[in-house]
Antibody, heavy 120, light 108 residues
Framework: EVQLVESGGGLVQPGGSLRLSCAAS????????MNWVRQAPGKGLEWVSY????????YYADSVKGRFTISRDDAKNSLYLQMNSLRPEDTAVYYC?????????????WGQGTTVTVSS | SSVLTQPPSVSVAPGKTARITCGGN??????VHWYQQKPGQAPVLVIY???ERPSGIPERLSGSNSGNTATLTISRVEAGDEADYYC???????????FGGGTKLTVL
């Protein structure tokens, strides 16, 4: 079964750090581009970051650039998001999502999400 | 980056046709993807590349894209279609992925 499972969310104080993980299974992880997408409580989806295969290229939303770092370990079939200098507005459910190889950029597999709460 | 505009809500009676729009500057030149999200669940890709359906998505869902508007059409609407729907594009100029604000579909 193709699956993505996020972990690492929790409660953190403003200015703190957190590292999210996304474990992939059921497909050849190294062959797929990956994204992090977040959803603040009661709000819509917001794209956060993208990483190409072999980690050659990464992109970030302006709202997180300079604070978040996306990475992947293909040997461990895992995607990561290092989040530093966290702000209350970073509070959200964070999803990892796969870009399908035949869906022209459409994200065809999503994890169940992990919740990040930034509050004092 | 691109800005995608969706109506906050659309209401439709069962058995009728719902149309959810996604407006953006020259969106017709981009590939548009649509996601369905039900409460407490992760999004699901329902349309990619303007009008292609992933396996398992019913033919009642279709997409179109031209000019400044992309449209998700749901025919013969069922109660189970009630959800939030999001459009998404890849902004080539910035390489950012961009989501619309989302539309809540209510089945009356």
């Amino acid at each position: 079964e193709v699956q993505l499972v996020e972990s690492g969310g929790g409660l953190v104080q403003p200015g703190g750090s957190l590292r999210l993980s996304c474990a992939a299974s059921g497909f050849t992880f190294r062959s797929y581009e990956m994204n992090w997408v977040r959803q603040a409580p009661g709000k819509g989806l917001e794209w956060v970051s993208y990483i190409r295969t072999t980690s050659t290229t990464v992109y970030y939303a302006d709202s997180v650039k300079g604070r978040f770092t996306i990475s992947r370990d293909d040997a461990k079939n895992s995607l990561y998001l290092q989040m530093n200098s966290l702000r209350p507005e970073d509070t959200a459910v964070y999803y990892c999502a796969r870009e399908g190889r035949t869906t022209v950029g459409g994200m065809d597999v999503w994890g169940q999400g992990t919740t990040v709460t930034v509050s004092s | 980056s691109s800005v995608l505009t969706q109506p906050p809500s659309v209401s439709v009676a069962p058995g009728k046709t719902a149309r959810i729009t996604c407006g953006g500057n020259n969106i017709g030149s981009k590939s548009v993807h649509w996601y369905q999200q039900k409460p407490g669940q992760a999004p699901v890709l329902v349309i990619y590349y303007d009008n292609e359906r992933p396996s398992g998505i019913p033919e009642r869902l279709s997409g179109s894209n031209s000019g400044n508007t992309a449209t998700l059409t749901i025919s013969r609407v069922e109660a189970g279609d009630e959800a939030d729907y999001y459009c998404q594009v890849w902004d080539v100029s910035s390489d950012h992925r961009v989501f619309g604000g989302g539309t809540k579909l209510t089945v009356l």
